[in-house]
């Protein structure tokens, strides 16, 4: 099982803009899907964005196509979160997600997805 870990959070002003990573361990990188999810206090967690294993096919929800942006380097076996224009309703803790290796799918839902990091927390000021 692939171990996660994110980084990258942090404070930041409306409209301003955070690069989150997730680096991961493990051999396995370049065959898992991976994903992004975000919790806020007392919501469930939701969805965010997704990449295929080689970062050719991406998923996104639709409210933050055009300011969200999922890439991955398989050489680093890190993906990112590239968030721009971020607003006071983007504060959560995210996520980075890992399908299980040689599964295909952009899986929207947290159940599909195997290995999880500890988070890192976003926080836009108004």
């Known amino acids: 099982q692939v171990q996660l870990v994110e980084s990258g959070g942090g404070l930041v002003q409306a409209g301003g803009s955070l690069r989150l990573s997730c680096a991961a361990s493990?051999?396995?990188?370049?065959?898992?899907?991976m994903g992004w999810f975000r919790q806020a206090p007392g919501k469930e967690r939701e969805f965010v964005a997704a990449?295929?294993?080689?970062?050719?096919?991406?998923a996104y929800v639709d409210s933050m196509k055009g300011r969200f942006t999922i890439s991955r380097d398989n050489a680093q076996n890190t993906v990112y979160l590239q968030m721009n224009s971020l607003k006071p309703e983007d504060t959560a803790v995210y996520y980075c997600a890992a399908r299980a290796p040689g599964v295909e799918g952009l899986a929207t839902t947290k159940e599909m997805y195997g290995s999880w990091g500890q988070g890192t927390q976003v926080t836009v000021s108004s």
């Open positions: 990449i295929s294993r080689s970062g050719g096919s991406t």
């Open positions: 493990g051999r396995t990188f370049s065959s898992n899907v």
